[in-house]
């Protein structure tokens, strides 16, 4: 499978971070196909020029930067650049996991954890940038707060990516768990 192959099969329609001279706005992955990326735009104040656009991909963010070409019914596409398209290592190695949890009380699962933060199955309907709650199942005692950096919409749930700006002791005893057993994303 190509990453062009793997980003339109498990991305479209993901609602990722973008960046353009006047700061950051919300876009949603419509295509990738070769040079060119089409978006819709969830918030802007006007179309930019030029866009960044961060997309997760296993472990690594491509990072496609590219120059309005073209619109239609709302999609826009955008050419990369030259020097866009360059595969950026994730800060933190990420493992696979499996620790049940809620948000918001909605029904949760953690599917992978690093020491800086998660990416979930929920029932709850995040936007990014929310700030989220996730209590463990069993240890209701304990919230994991956290800021939802992207989100894909599945058949009857949603997958989005968690950061955890000040991880505790707690989550990196989590994280060691699934650390120790190796399953490295």
Request: overall charge negative; proline content about 3%.
């Amino acid at each position: 499978m190509t990453l062009e192959e793997y980003v339109n099969a498990n991305l479209s329609g993901a609602v990722l971070r973008g960046f353009s001279k006047d700061g950051e706005l919300l876009v949603r992955l419509k295509e990738l196909k070769g040079k060119s990326i089409k978006v819709s735009f969830l918030s802007f104040a006007s179309v930019p020029e030029v866009l960044r656009v961060d997309i997760p991909i296993e472990g690594f963010v491509l990072s496609v930067i590219g120059k309005l070409s073209g619109h239609e019914e709302g999609i826009y596409e955008y050419v990369a650049l030259e020097k866009a398209g360059i595969l950026q290592r994730r800060s933190k190695p990420r493992y696979a996991a499996f620790e049940a949890c809620s948000i918001y009380g909605f029904n949760s699962l953690i599917i992978d954890v690093s020491e800086n933060g998660c990416q979930v199955i929920s029932e709850f309907k995040p936007r990014v940038r929310e700030n989220v709650e996730l209590k463990l199942k069993g240890n209701d005692e304990k919230t994991i707060e956290g800021n939802v950096m992207w989100s894909v919409e599945e058949e009857e749930c949603y997958r989005y990516g968690i950061y955890i700006p000040n991880p505790d002791a707690f989550w990196l005893k989590l994280v060691e768990k699934y650390k120790s057993i190796g399953e490295v994303i």
